[in-house]
């Protein structure tokens, strides 16, 4: 194979990984450019392009799929997954990416030349060049926000938020998240060294362009990459400086920094050992500290209950396509129920956690009821004279009254704050134990 689609070869690889075999987007990635996929170690920019490539082709999946299906006479068997992965690649190249046409036909071909379907490559190369020169038509008349999303989430979205809501949704996920940091300190000055931009809540906002690393302040610390929905739990529990506050569910670690660097004394807590050595790293970097411990989460119990308690516990991520693509292709209803009895169980377990008087803020990054709002409907009617709800005040959250619900909660949709690049999709409740 040519020495330039290497990086093609990184992003079939990827692509593959992750709907065959339902592997997260970041570990198929890394696996595959680090497994050297088409030749040499490729270059940082060629990596930066095959991740391009198959994150995007995850994103607009469903567009892909229908304008293969329009240029095919039956469909393809099971069995010729590869040549559907190929062709996809190759059309998210054409239309979204603006390859040149040759070099986007050209690799799909050469991809399919290397595998035991080489028989295929005559109809991909049919297909690619149809699409080549009709495929800004077809691409006019879909609907994208719909066929994007699996359907399963789009009749939950639908039914819980509306059709228009549903759709806002749907079409937020398309665009290109910005860069969101958090800092410890100095937000003001640091927004003007990144060329960012505060937001009411202390984030500080940004384009990407570039290595990370890179950038001003990382190598020392300065601040760290989060998302400015997720950084609205940790705000919940208010002055925590000096108080002792569990953070169940840790990893990766962004609200433990957070409660560290606003004083408190942070029990870090996660079931994944792997994930609270990246939590620990982090740690190092931004010169904070917390008590880390890799323990189940539904039966950890400290020597002393806490003053506060931050659960940001296990979910479908649905609130993070924008970002994680992958996230909602390899689920079902079926895995939300799953993880909704996880989150009761994690829920009925951090009341023992907490001192009588103390906050419970529970949030998670999914856009379904199932995993938010009826969980805690669920445990104030378990346990009504143990929790009651203290309801988010905007002025909490920057003023951002469409985030509260009428309930007094925590719900940011990604199609908030549109014209400033959006926000994640996140639930938060914030709980006092009573004695």
């Known amino acids: 194979m040519p020495r330039s689609y ?4 990184v992003a079939l690889a990827t692509l593959s990984a992750v709907l065959d075999r339902n592997r997260p987007l970041e570990d198929a ?15 940082a920019r060629d990596r930066g392009f095959a991740r391009l490539i198959a994150s995007t082709t995850l994103k607009r999946l469903g567009q892909a799929d229908d304008l293969i299906a329009q240029c095919l006479e039956k469909p393809l068997a099971p069995s010729a997954q590869p040549v559907r992965h190929a062709l996809r690649l190759g059309v998210v190249q054409l239309l979204f990416l603006d390859v040149p046409a040759h070099a986007a036909i050209d690799s799909a071909v050469s991809l399919l030349g290397k595998t035991r379907h080489a028989g295929f490559k005559g109809l991909a190369n049919a297909v690619l ?5 009709d495929g800004k038509a077809l691409l006019e008349a879909q609907d994208a926000a719909r066929l994007n999303m ?3 989430l789009w009749h939950l979205l639908s039914t819980v938020y509306g059709d228009t809501t549903a759709r806002a949704i749907a079409a937020a996920n398309l665009t290109d998240p910005p860069l969101d940091i958090s800092v410890a300190t100095d937000a003001a000055l640091w927004a003007e060294r990144l060329e960012g931009v505060l937001l009411p809540t202390g984030t500080i906002r940004r384009g990407f362009g570039g290595a990370i690393s890179d ?6 610390g300065a601040w760290w990459v989060q998302d400015a929905a997720a950084a609205l739990p940790a705000l919940l529990l208010g002055d925590v400086a000096g108080k002792d506050v569990i953070d169940l569910c ?9 409660l560290a660097a606003m004083g408190a004394h942070v029990t870090a807590i996660d079931r994944s050992a792997k994930r609270l050595q990246r939590l620990s790293r982090n740690l190092e970097r931004l010169g904070l500290s917390a008590s ?4 189940d989460g539904t039966v950890w119990t400290p020597a002393e209950p806490a003053d506060a308690l931050l659960l940001d516990a296990p979910c479908s991520a649905t609130g993070t396509i ?6 909602a292709l390899g689920k079902t209803p079926a895995d939300v129920t799953k993880l909704s009895a996880l989150q009761d169980r994690l829920l009925d377990h951090a009341a023992e956690l907490v001192k009588p008087g103390g906050l419970l803020v529970y949030a998670t990054c999914s856009l379904l009821p199932a995993e938010g709002e009826e969980r805690i409907a669920a445990l104030l009617d378990r346990a009504p004279a143990a929790w009651e709800r203290v309801p988010v005040d905007p002025a909490e959250i920057g003023g951002w009254s469409e985030c509260v619900t009428p309930d007094g909660d925590l719900r940011t949709l990604p199609c908030h704050l549109a014209e400033q690049g959006g926000l994640d999709g996140f639930y938060a409740a914030r709980l006092r134990r009573l004695g």
Do not use: I, N
């Open 6 to 9: 290497a990086d093609r070869a």
């Open 29 to 43: 990635f890394d696996e595959a450019a680090g497994d050297k996929a088409g030749g040499d170690r490729l270059s």
């Open 129 to 133: 060049r149809r699409l080549d020169r």
């Open 150 to 152: 699996p359907d399963w």
């Open 215 to 220: 950038l001003p302040g990382y190598a020392e």
């Open 250 to 258: 840790a990893a990766p670690g962004g609200k433990t920094a957070q």
């Open 292 to 295: 880390v411990e890799a323990a």
């Open 322 to 327: 924008r970002r994680h693509p992958d996230v």
